[in-house]
């Protein structure tokens, strides 16, 4: 049987972006994986980047780099962004992961435990992670990769984004033998002065476009499709799902469909407050969620369109591009796709 709802994701689409991002900064790319690979499957996402040829990834947590270590083999790269923190330094060279030293007391505890290879991040401006460019360390012995990273990588508009660059530039002279790596995606599009040695992007990897919107040269990856389980008509006047959400002015025709919070379909797709109802794509036209997202069904409005049980509606994919589907629901494309959960099988195409 398959499955009421499924997340498909297509890894052809996977490496025409990968290839789009060496092209457009001119510098190898170096994926970042964290988060699953932002929910679509770390396995499977990081397998194929390393079958075209990356050989540097990220990941935010040192169990994510543990996971990926036997995925991977022993060759590939694969830097901690969280820093020093989730095992301890010896189990950290025993997989081989390298953590990105971002305090001085990571810089100590790695050094004073033995050391080996790392990265070291800088902290530009956006003050989150990384040393301070005044407090930035000497080099020291196992450097391999200074970082830093943008703000508003994805507003190119943003005078913050050169502040930072010039920053990064000055900082990471000090370190002529470390590989210096600082656009994200969006900073991947930036211009050649902002691509270093190499970029490190995630969001356009997945789909979503540079600056938060639907991009060109973006190809769809993720396509979430729910099953339509139940077809039924509503006479005018009476409403429809928790709450009495929606009320039907003119009798309706609507399809219960598979899928709701407890699949990552967030409850902020649906009507609330004056926000008008997210879409979704079913046969062959934007139709409106109608009422409250529930846990596990959500309602849309089918009045007029050939639909029965069984046939499938996308919440996202090439027809309802994941930064419209996000802002539909008030956020963006990274929190959509990382909050499909586990019940939801990925199926791999391409
Ligand atoms: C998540 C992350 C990235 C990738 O960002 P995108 O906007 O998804 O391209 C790059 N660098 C760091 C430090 C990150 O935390």
Not at 135 to 154: K, N, T
Not at 267 to 293: D, T
Request: aromatic share 6%; glycine share 12%.
């Amino acid at each position: 049987m398959p499955s009421p709802a499924t997340l498909s994701v297509d890894l052809s689409a996977l490496v025409r972006n990968y290839r789009t991002l060496e092209r457009v900064s001119g510098r190898p790319v170096h994926p970042v994986v964290k988060a699953n690979s932002y929910g679509l499957g770390a396995e499977a996402c990081a397998g194929r980047l390393l079958a075209e040829g990356a050989r540097t990834f990220f990941v935010a947590r040192a169990a994510e780099g543990l996971a990926l270590r036997p995925v991977l083999g022993a060759e590939p790269d694969i830097y901690v962004l969280d820093g020093l923190h989730g095992a301890t330094p010896d189990a950290f060279r025993a997989a081989d992961l390298r953590p990105v030293i971002n305090q001085p007391a990571q810089l100590q505890a790695w050094l004073g435990s033995g050391g080996g290879a790392c990265g070291l991040q800088i902290d530009t401006g956006m003050n989150r992670l990384g040393f301070r460019v005044e407090d930035a360390p000497e080099p020291f012995a196992g450097l391999a990769l200074v970082m830093s990273h943008l703000a508003c990588g994805d507003d190119h508009a943003e005078p913050m984004n050169r502040r930072q660059r010039d920053a990064f530039a000055a900082v990471s002279a000090r370190y002529p033998n470390a590989l210096k790596s600082f656009a994200n995606s969006g900073g991947s599009f930036l211009g050649p002065d902002y691509a270093f040695d190499a970029v490190r992007p995630g969001i356009c990897l997945y789909g979503g476009g540079p600056e938060g919107r639907p991009d060109d040269r973006i190809a769809p990856v993720a396509t979430l499709l729910a099953q339509i389980v139940q077809v039924r008509d509503v006479p005018a006047g009476e409403t429809i799902g928790y709450s009495r959400g929606y009320t039907a002015e003119a009798p309706l025709r609507i399809a219960t469909c598979a899928t709701g919070y407890a699949d990552g379909v967030l409850r902020s797709y649906g009507a609330r407050h004056g926000k008008p109802a997210g879409q979704v794509f079913v046969a062959g036209e934007l139709r409106p969620i109608l009422g409250r997202v529930s846990m596990d069904v959500c309602a849309v409005d089918v009045t007029g369109l050939d639909v029965t049980v069984g046939d499938s509606i996308e919440l996202f994919g090439p027809n309802r591009l994941i930064d419209d589907a996000a802002a539909d629901a008030g956020t963006i494309s990274y929190e959509l796709i990382t909050s499909i959960t586990p019940r939801v099988p990925r199926r791999y195409v391409g």
